[in-house]
């Protein structure tokens, strides 16, 4: 296993369309979590998965924002209708069900809202 | 607002051993005190975790005194490759995933 990972790596995207994240875990973590974090500050939480059930969603999952975990694996994260305050870093983690020493990160996707 | 105060920059240089200190006044009983790595363009790194006194591992140390009220990350012997922003987090350890992150200590090495 070779840690969490995410892709695209990048996404340039106009204003107004639809964009969708991919993040595939460790996979014997079966914590999942969703962060954004914007250039010289520290990353914001979004969401967490507990398998396939969403547990936990922050204020700023506004409505334009879904996340999915379908089978307890992969999770994706879709933005609607972007906007250019949308542009970010957009990190996934993970950890194991036995509590958290910490939890493992993704290389992240850059989104650029144009 | 973050729990923990860290300062925003330091440098230091190579082969010296440099501190962090992070200040969290209002730690409760349950509370654990965490220490991420970030590079540019990656994602934080896990480096330690501790409840109180001192800590070790293959990268780094943490200090913790007996009130808990800061915390000091040691980094022994530093790199260039040691560059990077540290964050300081605390929190209960089930519940460390809706922590504010504050903006980090910038670390920077020079040769």
């Known amino acids: 296993d070779t840690g969490v990972s995410q892709d695209p790596r990048h996404k340039i995207t106009k204003r107004g369309q639809n964009v969708t994240f991919r993040c595939d875990p460790i996979?014997?973590?079966?914590?999942l979590y969703w962060y954004r974090q914007t250039l010289g500050q520290g990353p914001e939480f979004l969401t967490y998965?507990?398998?396939?059930?969403?547990?936990?969603k922050s204020r700023l999952l506004s409505d334009r924002f879904s996340a999915e975990r379908p089978k307890g694996s992969f999770s994706t994260l879709e933005i609607q209708r972007t906007e250019q305050g949308d542009s970010a870093m957009y990190l996934c983690?993970?950890?194991?069900?036995?509590?958290?020493?910490?939890?493992?990160f993704g290389s992240g996707t850059r989104l650029t809202v144009v | 607002l973050a729990k923990t105060t860290q300062p925003i920059s330091m440098d230091s240089y190579e082969g010296q051993e440099v501190n962090i200190t992070c200040s969290h006044n209002?730690?409760?009983?349950?509370?654990?005190i965490t220490w991420y790595q970030q590079f540019p363009s990656q994602g934080p790194r896990f480096i330690i975790q501790?409840?109180?006194?001192?800590v070790t591992n293959e990268v780094a140390s943490l200090f913790i005194p007996a009130d808990r009220k800061s915390s000091t990350l040691s980094l022994p012997r530093v790199s260039l490759s040691d560059t990077a922003v540290y964050y300081c987090?605390?929190?209960?350890?089930?519940?460390?995933?809706?922590?504010?992150w504050g903006a980090g200590t910038k670390l920077i090495i020079k040769p």
């Open positions: 983690a993970s950890s194991p069900p036995w509590g958290s020493y910490g939890y493992t």
């Open positions: 209002n730690i409760a009983t349950n509370d654990y």
């Open positions: 501790g409840y109180k006194t001192k």
């Open positions: 987090l605390v929190g209960d350890v089930d519940s460390n995933y809706q922590l504010i």
């Open positions: 998965f507990q398998n396939e059930a969403q547990l936990e």
């Open positions: 996979s014997e973590h079966n914590r």
